[in-house]
Structures are given as structure tokens and as C-alpha cells.
């Protein structure tokens, strides 16, 4: 009997071992969610290839959209005389050398004489300061125009920052009005003064306008970069899900379709667009960008984890995904009949074992108790000629 308890633990360890080599990750199947088509577009999922990138160090200021001095031009007169003619209104756009007024001079004549006014320089008509039959004087413009080829951006960078930046820094800007697009300024030079209330100083940056889509005074964000780093794993701001001690991204199953798995990240700097990923992806990986948040509520899917590995791979698999050998058919969800069977869906080699050695002990349990009953002297042998 003092024999047969310590093979008894020996084979109840390997039993146990055997069933962990089974499991195929148990926590990553706990944490894949599987969708099918349908489930994809209504969460509307976007993914994106991790690959190493430049990262960017960046200081968020707020500030607004104005013209260049320069290149605002007025339309005057240098004669005095009454308006007959205006063909232009705010908002028009014109070009260099086109009429836009007509004047009746005062000079004597039937008629008198008339002046017709051209613009100097092409561009957007901002002002009008005149109707139609005012009279207008040498010293008063007729109307303003505005090249907005080229429009400056100003910042209201916080003092301790200005030190960081020189001419030439590039600045991504984003304007309320226009949502949907990043424009990208380079730096000029500063204001002369800084504002003793806010602590901040005006930098002003260069900045293109070649869709004419930007005006004077719009509000505008400005994500202004200090330094920038090369060969750096970053992703989205958007895939990023958790909160500050919690963070986790959803990446793309390597050979299940529809399959995004909840990884664990360690998260380093983050600017206006990306956040940089120290730890939990490699390059190659597919994260989810778009969708994301959706994902943390979609559960399990309408897909189980074992229907879609039985699609990729070609057999069998149990409910948490592990692989299933040829001998062990009892592990799935039902038998043969389409029924499920409860004990046997829970059977293990384990049990087997221990339900012979028990049955193993009984029998020599009997046999002992039946010697221990002979007379004394008697053989054994002679019990059976009795009996």
C-alpha cells in the first residue's frame, strides 16, 4: 500500500503536465475578440502596420490666422469724382490690373470726363467702403484687397518653450474651420513683446494657402515640433485604449480572419498624433486604429473562438481554443449524435488513471482482508478445499 500512493502522485503530476502542454494560451484566447464581415463593417474597423518611424516632440499652443501686411493692397482714386460704376464686392476674388470701379470726374466737361479703377494686386476683395453714387475723395480708399496666397500663423507659445525653438521650427496647424485638414508652417521669427498676463509670446509662422481656404482671423491649433527621433515604434493616439495604468491596443490575429487580440502595451512619450510604444508590439504587427473602442464592448463577437480556428485550421478544437488530439474527441462541445455529453465533454487522462489505481487498491484491499481471517496455521490453499 506505501508503494502505491507515491506512483499514484507521480502519475497524477504527469497527468497534469500533459494537460498544460494542451492549452494554446489561454489568456491570449480570453482576450481575442472575433467578429465576422458584417460585424467588421458595422464597427467600422481600421487597422494599421506597425513599423519603426520618425516620433516627433511636440508643444501645443493655441493662436490664429492672419494676412501679411505686405501683401494688402487698396484701390483709390487720384482725382476726386462720384461712383457710377462698382464691380466688385467683399468676398470676390480678382485679379491684377482688373476694373473694378468706375468713377465721373469733376473736371468740366458733357459728359465729364470718367476714371476707371483697376486693382494693383490680384487677390480677395475684404472691403468695400463705398455705394454706388458716393463721392470719393484722393485720400480715401475705394476698397481693400487681400493676397492670401500666403498667410501668417501665430502662436501663443508659452515663454519657457520660445528658448526651444529657432527659425525654421515646423509647426502642424489645424483650423476649427477646416477639421479635415493639417496645414504645416515654418517659423519666421517672434513678436516683439511678450504678454505679461498669459506668459506667452507671439511666433509667427509661414504658412501656405494654396487652396485659398484660409482667412484672417480663424482660430487655429498649432502642434509645434522641438526635436524628432528616428527608428521609434509608435501607433495612433486612437488605437491606444486603457487609461494611464491600463493601456492596451487591439491587434490584428496573425491567421484567424476577423480575429483582433487585446494586447498589453507599455506606453513612453505621446504627441498631438501618436503615442510611442516601448514594450508589448514589434514591427509588422497590425493594430487596430479605428474601431478600437468599439472592440472593448463587442465581447466574444458572433464568431466563437473555436468555430473560427476550425475554419483556419482544418479540425477540431475545444471551446477555448486548445488544440485537440485524434484520441481525445470528448474535449468538444458534442459527440458524434449532436448531443453534448457533460461528463464526458469534462473526461481527462487523469481521471482515468486515478479511477484504475483506486479500482487496483479495492482488489488488493479484499485480498488482504480475506487472509487476515484463516486460522492460525491453516494455508491458504486449504481455504478454497473448504469452501
Not at 498544460?20 to 484566447?29: G, S, Y
Not at 461712383?83 to 467683399?90: C, G, T, W, Y
Not at 488605437?239 to 506606453?267: I, S
Not at 448531443?339 to 485480498?367: C, M, N, Q, R, Y
Request: with cysteine; aromatic share 4%; charged share 25%.
Amino acid at each position: 500500500m506505501k508503494r502505491i500512493l507515491p506512483a499514484l502522485a507521480l502519475c497524477a503530476v504527469t497527468s497534469l503536465a500533459f494537460a498544460e502542454d494542451k492549452n494554446t494560451d489561454p489568456q491570449r484566447a480570453a482576450n481575442t475578440v472575433v467578429l465576422d464581415e458584417t460585424g467588421v463593417k458595422n464597427l467600422r474597423i481600421e487597422t494599421v502596420e506597425i513599423e519603426e518611424t520618425d516620433f516627433e516632440e511636440i508643444v501645443f499652443a493655441l493662436g490664429r490666422i492672419e494676412a501679411i501686411p505686405s501683401k494688402i493692397a487698396a484701390v483709390s482714386s487720384r482725382v476726386p469724382g462720384r461712383i457710377v460704376e462698382l464691380k466688385a464686392q467683399p468676398g470676390d476674388h480678382v485679379q491684377a490690373g482688373q476694373e473694378v470701379a468706375r468713377l465721373e470726374s469733376r473736371q468740366p466737361g458733357d459728359p465729364p470726363p470718367s476714371i476707371v479703377l483697376k486693382t494693383p494686386i490680384g487677390g480677395l476683395v475684404t472691403q468695400v467702403d463705398a455705394r454706388l453714387g458716393d463721392p470719393l475723395e484722393p485720400d480715401k480708399a475705394l476698397l481693400e484687397i487681400t493676397d492670401l496666397s500666403e498667410v501668417h500663423a501665430v502662436a501663443r507659445v508659452p515663454e519657457h518653450q520660445a528658448g526651444r525653438m529657432k527659425p525654421g521650427t515646423v509647426a502642424h496647424i489645424r483650423v476649427a474651420a477646416l477639421p479635415n485638414e493639417t496645414f504645416h508652417g515654418e517659423l519666421l521669427r517672434f513678436g516683439t513683446s511678450a504678454d505679461k498676463q498669459s506668459g506667452t509670446i507671439d511666433a509667427i509662422f509661414r504658412l501656405p494657402n494654396r487652396g485659398g481656404s484660409l482667412r484672417a482671423d480663424m482660430r487655429a491649433e498649432f502642434s509645434i515640433v522641438l526635436s524628432k527621433r528616428s527608428g521609434v515604434v509608435s501607433v495612433p493616439r486612437a488605437a491606444l485604449q486603457g487609461d494611464a495604468a491600463n493601456r492596451f491596443v487591439y491587434v490584428e490575429d496573425f491567421e484567424l480572419p476577423n480575429a483582433f487580440v487585446k494586447t498589453q502595451v507599455q506606453v513612453g512619450q505621446m504627441n498631438d498624433r501618436f503615442a510611442e510604444i516601448t514594450s508589448g508590439l514589434l514591427p509588422g504587427d497590425k493594430v487596430v486604429k479605428q474601431g478600437a473602442y468599439s472592440l472593448a464592448f463587442a465581447g466574444g463577437g458572433s464568431v466563437s473562438l473555436k468555430d473560427a480556428l476550425d475554419a483556419a485550421h482544418g479540425h477540431e478544437h475545444a471551446a477555448d481554443g486548445s488544440e485537440l488530439k485524434p484520441e481525445d474527441p470528448a474535449k468538444t462541445t458534442g459527440g458524434a449524435d449532436g448531443h453534448g455529453h457533460g461528463d464526458e465533454a469534462h473526461a481527462s487522462p487523469l481521471w482515468k488513471i486515478i479511477s484504475g489505481v483506486l479500482f487496483v487498491l479495492l482488489i488488493v484491499s479484499t485480498l488482504t482482508k480475506r487472509r487476515g481471517s484463516l486460522p492460525a496455521g491453516q494455508p491458504a490453499a486449504q481455504t478454497d478445499e473448504v469452501r
